[in-house]
T-cell receptor
Framework: NAGVMQNPRHLVRRRGQEARLRCSPM?????VYWYRQLPEEGLKFMVY????????ESGMPKERFSAEFPKEGPSILRIQQVVRGDSAAYFC??????????????????FGEGSRLTVL | AQTVTQSQPEMSVQEAETVTLSCTYD???????LFWYKQPPSRQMILVIR??????QNATENRFSVNFQKAAKSFSLKISDSQLGDTAMYFC????????????FGTGTSLTVIP
């Protein structure tokens, strides 16, 4: 049972280019979360998606960032016109259900290995 | 708003010894989950242990145990018989149904196990 798969593991972009990060959740998981980790910092929530729906994007910068989780295929985090401050590790996580308090096996996120974006 | 605080940026422990990592949090929720995640140099986040706030009994997973003090909003992780493979960043995290499925993470504690 493959875990959460992220690609690319490493991505280098020049300022102004676009970055696309992909995440395939664990089999059977329909909830995907994106987190950003800046150097020497913890993980910051960006967005939570279910298939074809953005549930919570309160952590997403208002401009240049977008995310999708189509009915078929991986979730994609897209960063347009990248700047040096976008350099970070981007982690995807999935869960089988909503992290509701009232379902069994709740509350655990399964993380991918992350995608490290470097903006030159 | 929920916040998670880890006040120990770095810690070290001798192999086979015991170490405790601190975590405090702030919330007005009554039902929530707390977690410790481990991030080894390979960078993949791995769940270490989970605690449901409505359970009074402290969670235990082999050499890992927590000291959950709900009134004090404290959630420390104790690692017994430390092993070299325990060297990693450790993140404390919080979530609840009412936080919109967000997980809130602390800034992490870098633990080094010394042979």
């Amino acid at each position: 049972n493959a875990g959460v798969m992220q690609n690319p593991r490493h991505l280098v972009r020049r300022r102004g280019q676009e970055a696309r990060l992909r995440c395939s959740p664990m089999k059977g998981h329909s909830h995907v979360y994106w987190y950003r980790q800046l150097p020497e910092e913890g993980l910051k929530f960006m967005v939570y998606l279910q298939k074809e729906n953005i549930i919570d994007e309160s952590g997403m910068p208002k401009e240049r960032f977008s995310a999708e989780f189509p009915k078929e295929g991986p979730s994609i985090l897209r960063i347009q016109q990248v700047v040096r401050g976008d350099s970070a590790a981007y982690f995807c996580a999935s869960s089988p259900t909503s992290t509701s308090m009232f379902t069994p096996n709740t509350g655990e996120l399964f993380f991918g290995e992350g995608s490290r974006l470097t903006v030159l | 708003a929920q916040t998670v605080t880890q006040s120990q940026p770095e810690m070290s422990v001798q192999e086979a010894e015991t170490v405790t990592l601190s975590c405090t949090y702030d919330t007005s929720e009554n039902n929530y989950y707390l977690f410790w995640y481990k991030q080894p140099p390979s960078r993949q986040m791995i769940l270490v242990i989970r605690q449901e706030a409505y359970k009074q009994q402290n969670a235990t997973e082999n050499r890992f145990s927590v000291n959950f003090q709900k009134a004090a909003k404290s959630f420390s992780l104790k690692i017994s018989d430390s092993q070299l493979g325990d060297t990693a960043m450790y993140f404390c995290a919080f979530t609840s149904r009412n936080t919109g499925n967000q997980f809130y993470f602390g800034t992490g504690t870098s633990l080094t196990v010394i042979p």
